[in-house]
């Protein structure tokens, strides 16, 4: 089992829909969860992160569980401009924790 | 606000030849590494490094070199550019267990 794992896309979806997406990990002492956003041909940014309780920044909602190594990212009203590959990021267990990307997800939002 | 910067931004070499990637952060991060990005392989961590006089290896590590002589400074060194090295190199820095920052990459191709 890879240690992160996404759904590759790409999701298309019409200005306005709602979009989710999943990621399963596989080291149970994983540590931090994020979701990063890579334009095309660019470096990859900070989303959000993840905490266990749920977070959401605007039209953004994160959720992780635990029990199930599961995280989602969920994105209502979709712009034009959330379209990009979403990378879901695991910082690993032990005192060095590197970050594991997985290979992202590509949304493209059409007018 | 520099951030992470890393030049060149792209290269060709020839197989063989030797260079070096650059990157600097002003941010003062402990953490610092290096990650190459194929298609259909997303990130993947060559090398990293908690601290200055510190480094280890990450999941591709082969044909790469690293040092860290400052906690600003991390340079990449490939010993001799084979083929399979053409890709796109990121650096990324971060405190242990934040938000990474990264460079905007440098594409390389190996001819």
């Known amino acids: 089992r890879k240690e992160v794992e996404q759904d590759p896309g790409p999701f298309n979806v019409p200005e306005g829909a709602t979009v989710a997406f999943n990621c399963t990990y596989s080291?149970?002492?994983?540590?931090?969860f994020f979701w990063y956003r890579q334009d095309c041909r660019k470096e990859p940014k900070l989303l959000m992160s993840?905490?266990?309780s749920g977070n959401e920044d605007g039209r953004f909602t994160a959720q992780l569980n635990r029990a199930s190594q599961y995280i989602s990212l969920l994105i209502r009203d979709s712009k034009l401009s959330d379209s990009a590959t979403y990378l879901c990021?695991?910082?690993?267990?032990?005192?060095?924790?590197?970050?594991?990307f997985g290979k992202g997800t590509k949304l493209s939002v059409k007018p | 606000n520099a951030g992470v910067t890393q030049t060149p931004k792209f290269q060709v070499l020839k197989t063989g030849q030797s260079m070096t990637l650059q990157c600097a952060q002003d941010?003062?991060?402990?953490?610092m590494s290096w990650y190459r990005q194929d298609p259909g392989m997303g990130l993947r961590l060559i090398h990293y490094?908690?601290?200055?006089?510190?480094?280890d290896q990450g999941e591709v590590p082969n044909g790469y070199n690293v040092s860290r002589s400052t906690t600003e400074d991390f340079p990449l060194r490939l010993l001799s550019a084979a083929p399979s090295q053409t890709s796109v190199y990121f650096c990324?820095?971060?405190?242990?267990?934040?938000?990474?920052?990264f460079g905007q990459g440098t594409r390389l191709t190996v001819v």
């Open positions: 990021v695991v910082k690993g267990g032990g005192s060095q924790g590197n970050l594991i």
């Open positions: 941010m003062n991060h402990e953490y």
């Open positions: 080291n149970s002492a994983s540590q931090s």
């Open positions: 490094s908690v601290g200055a006089g510190i480094t």
């Open positions: 990324a820095s971060s405190y242990f267990g934040g938000e990474a920052f």
């Open positions: 993840v905490y266990s």
